[in-house]
């Protein structure tokens, strides 16, 4: 007689034989089948205190690792889940989502807890589905696996209605049928159409004034690598879209910085004198200005390459668009030099070289009057001045996560100066295109869960600590000590500095917060916590935090000083790089 198993322990081996090894949830009844499974299979299973926060530790997870993770909900559970859906949606996180549903055989009739997850998930992921037949299971695992990994990468969904969930079936249904092995295969990549690549390459080689621009498509590509080979190798100074996984460390020579005028002022002169922008695995959106001038100019060929199709209806309008993996194409650029085809020297290269270090020596100077100003009169540090003295204690295995609205900003100019000056860190994480707030601490646990001998430290707005801080219990519960330091402004500093501006009384409205004592939170919690409210204080205060071996707060007592994007958008509703 053969072997019968429940559908939930079916599709955790589905999972299994994907190479999956991390599961994010919170224990429901709905899913204690598949909870059941995953342990047989001897699955890392992490609860959460909350939904949304184990969607954003797959989130993390699978950033740092760019290896698909599981989210794990019930029905109503899903519902709490979907921000984070809508988070891993702008990073292209390709995430599975797992939802254990209401009866099928009721479907539509009122079931308990039902909900149409399905049509929920479908507008945030690549692919929506109900399993609705238990020996399909395998079926669609296989496909939405496949989906999740190739191509344009991104979150899936499978919802498992609770009747099949619990159900039997032979173990071995679904191995009967192509393919018999369900073992995760080698990813599908673009490779170039041989009239269109000569076309780019014939501009390429005839270029003054190059430009490369790296997107998330580089990063899931895993080919970070041999961009920072091409701008090296042929001279090209090299910028990372906004808001999407960090490429380069920052000290890496040929990086600049954003692509962004406001936050990286020098990539208006490299935008606007080049002669050609390489944009590889990234879209022509809102940041990108939809490719349009004043970010680049009408005189200057602009090309997108990308993986995948759906990538390329999204930049119609580039003058050439290539399908071809970022990987493969960057491979072919770097062979230029090896051929002898490439002339260009370092003139350009050194110009934005020259106008990178411009720029820092401007911002340190004008940041050292500033907090001199402050030291005189007992001010406040300034929020540009705190990410970095954070970064100063930092070595250079450690991981910085930042988090908010003008916390995210100032952090991102700290880290281009720190870079510049030869500041190197383990890696990076912060929310994705959507600037959600909220997901820092989450990202935190995920990058001490994958790097558990380096400090992990979070600088958080105090909004976003607001947002989803109480993810912390999860740090503590699982034994991953990180350091937060709570950029304390007193209320959402972004949105009110922009109602200073834009509201006829020049007043903020509904956007202050009381004094909250965020490090008695963290000592409640049996960790450690400090207040700091002035710079003296912050050095000894953040080493003690990481001395302590605990989950620790550090709260800033900052000054709310407007960043440059903000400042750019209520003023000139300057479409550079934000509408």
């Not at 290896?67 to 029905?75: A, D, I, K, T, Y």
């Not at 993810?471 to 500093?493: Q, R, T, Y």
Request: aromatic share 8%; with cysteine; hydrophobic share 40%.
């Amino acid at each position: 007689m053969k072997k019968k198993i429940r559908g939930g322990s079916l599709i955790a081996r589905a999972l299994k034989d994907k190479g999956i090894e991390k599961v994010f949830t919170l224990s429901g009844g709905f899913c204690n089948p598949a909870l059941e499974g995953f342990m047989e299979c001897q699955m890392e299973v992490i609860n959460c205190p909350h939904e949304q926060i184990a969607g954003h530790l797959a989130d993390g997870h699978t950033r740092i690792t760019r290896n698909p993770s599981v989210c794990l909900v019930g029905p109503e559970g899903f519902a709490n889940a979907v921000p984070s859906m809508m988070e891993a949606w702008g990073e292209r996180t390709p995430i599975i989502y797992i939802t254990g549903s209401s009866s099928l055989k009721r479907k539509g009739a009122g079931g308990f807890k039902e909900i149409n997850d399905v049509s929920i998930a479908a507008p945030l992921t690549k692919y929506s589905a109900s399993i609705t037949d238990g020996n399909r299971i395998r079926e669609f695992v296989d496909k939405a696996y496949r989906i999740a990994t190739n191509g344009y990468p991104g979150a899936v969904h499978l919802s498992l209605p609770v009747d099949i969930m619990f159900s039997s079936f032979p173990e071995n249904t679904g191995l009967e049928e192509r393919p018999f092995s369900h073992q995760a295969k080698p990813l599908a990549k673009a490779w170039p159409d041989p009239i269109s690549i000569s076309e780019i390459l014939e501009l390429a080689c005839n270029s003054k004034k190059p430009v490369l621009i790296g997107g998330h498509g580089v990063w899931w590509s895993r080919s970070e690598k041999k961009l920072q080979e091409a701008g090296t190798i042929l001279n090209i100074p090299i910028f990372n879209i906004p808001y999407h996984q960090k490429l380069l460390g920052e000290e890496a020579e040929a990086y600049m910085g954003l692509a962004d005028i406001h936050q990286y002022p020098p990539s208006k002169f490299a935008f606007q004198d080049s002669d050609l922008v390489m944009i590889i695995g990234a879209r022509l959106d809102n940041q990108m200005n939809f490719g349009n001038p004043p970010l680049f100019p009408n005189t200057t060929k602009l090309v997108c390459i990308n993986g995948s199709h759906e990538e390329i209806e999204l930049n119609r309008a580039a003058d050439i668009n290539l399908l071809c993996d970022p990987g493969v194409f960057l491979d072919i650029m770097t062979k230029l030099k090896k051929n002898n085809k490439w002339k260009l020297n370092r003139n350009w290269f050194d110009q934005n070289k020259n106008k990178k270090k411009e720029w820092v020596d401007k911002s340190l100077k004008d940041l050292s009057v500033e907090t001199e100003e402050a030291k005189k009169n007992g001010g406040k540090i300034h929020p540009l001045q705190l990410a970095l003295d954070v970064q100063e204690v930092m070595g250079e295995n450690d991981w910085l996560v930042i988090d908010g609205g003008n916390t995210h900003f100032w952090s991102e100019i700290a880290i281009n100066i720190a870079g510049a000056n030869g500041k190197k860190l383990g890696g990076i994480l912060h929310p994705g295109t959507f600037s959600m707030l909220g997901v820092g601490v989450s990202f935190a646990i995920s990058a001490k869960n994958n790097h558990p001998n380096a400090n992990v430290v979070l600088i958080s707005g105090d909004g976003a600590f607001l947002s989803g801080g109480m993810s912390i219990e999860a740090a503590f519960n699982e034994k991953k000590p990180i350091v937060v330091v709570i950029d304390n402004n007193g209320g959402l500093a972004s949105i009110g500095q922009q109602q200073e501006r834009l509201f006829e009384s020049k007043k903020r409205f509904a956007t202050d917060f009381r004094d909250i004592p965020f490090h008695k939170i963290f000592e409640g919690f049996g960790g450690h916590g400090e207040l700091v409210t002035k710079r003296e204080e912050l050095f000894p205060a953040l080493k003690r935090a990481i001395q302590s071996g605990k989950t620790a707060c550090v709260n800033v007592k900052s000054k709310g000083v407007i960043s440059p994007i903000i400042s750019a958008v209520t003023d000139k509703r300057d479409k550079a790089s934000i509408e």
